[in-house]
């Protein structure tokens, strides 16, 4: 298929899309056209092609720099020098003429689709900026829900833990402070011991859960102190306790037993 743009009036073509021209020069291009259907035809194709391309340009505003080099590009070709141009005689009449200066028809296309891509970057970069701000608004929602979440959650464990402060039965523990964090939907607790007395080394501090649906205590485990009388564990009865009443703890023999025979030492009220 020929290209139109091969047409010897393509030049012209363009010129005449773009505006330029004195009135006579268009009136004339016209004719020819009226004449030339090839060259009618690519004028209506650069008329389109030009109306489609700003169509297709963002409504943004493009660097200003980027409309100096377009400028600058455009006038990039100078006129032939005068001294190169034969002098007119006295009686000729020389109409007023202007440098062909305007650049090929692809050439100011790839400095539109520039403008364009420009402006479209400008626009991306505006698009991610808003979207950047709201995801960063969405992280501060979720981070402050968490909080109100942990906190709410705080609150309900702190409603349904049970704390118990174990007293001493026999004079010797009177100094012995036991205390006793017990949380019943879990079935577990911890038990913290402070200035228990030592015990001798065939003997364990075993905790015991008082149950009412228990014929026995409910064996909870063996607790053992440091030098300084200190111990921080967590336990878990050996059976469902369905209500601790109390809490107790006994000396038994080493390793613990499954029904307490030793002395109560330390007894919740």
């Known amino acids: 298929m020929k290209d139109p743009m091969s047409h010897h009036r393509a ?12 009135p006579e020069e268009r009136a004339a291009f016209e004719s020819e056209m009226a004449f030339d259907p090839e060259l009618s035809e690519l004028a209506g194709r650069l008329a389109e092609s030009a109306a489609l391309l700003a169509r297709s340009i963002p409504q ?8 100096g080099k377009l400028m600058d590009r455009l006038g990039e070709q100078e006129a032939p020098s005068p001294s190169l141009r034969p002098l007119p005689k006295a009686t000729e009449s020389v ?18 689709a520039a403008i364009a891509l420009a402006g479209g970057c400008v626009s991306l970069w505006k698009r991610q900026s808003a979207v950047e701000n709201q995801l960063a608004k969405a992280s501060e929602l979720i981070d402050s829900l968490s909080a109100d979440l942990n906190q709410a959650r705080e609150s309900r464990d702190l409603a349904r833990v049970e704390v ?4 001493a039965t026999i004079d010797e523990y009177r100094e012995g402070v036991a205390l006793v964090v017990w949380d019943a939907e879990k079935q577990e607790g911890v038990l913290k011991l402070e200035k228990m007395p030592p015990i001798p080394v065939d003997q364990d501090y075993q905790l015991w859960v008082v149950d009412p649906d228990h014929e ?6 063996v607790v053992r102190v440091d030098d300084d009388g ?23 023999a080493r390793g613990g ?10 007894l919740s009220p």
């Open 216 to 221: 026995n205590p409910v064996d909870a485990g």
């Open 257 to 266: 037993v499954p029904v307490g025979q030793g002395p109560i030492v330390l």
């Open 230 to 252: 200190f111990a921080r564990v967590k336990f878990k009865p050996v059976d469902e306790v369905t209500k601790a009443e109390k809490f107790a703890i006994s000396v038994e």
């Open 95 to 112: 109409p007023p003429t202007r440098p062909k200066t305007v650049p090929k028809v692809r050439e100011i296309l790839a400095w539109a």
């Open 164 to 167: 118990e402060t174990l007293k």
């Open 11 to 22: 030049d012209a073509a363009l010129e005449w899309v773009q505006g330029y021209g004195t």
């Open 60 to 67: 943004v505003e493009p660097p200003e720099e980027l409309g």
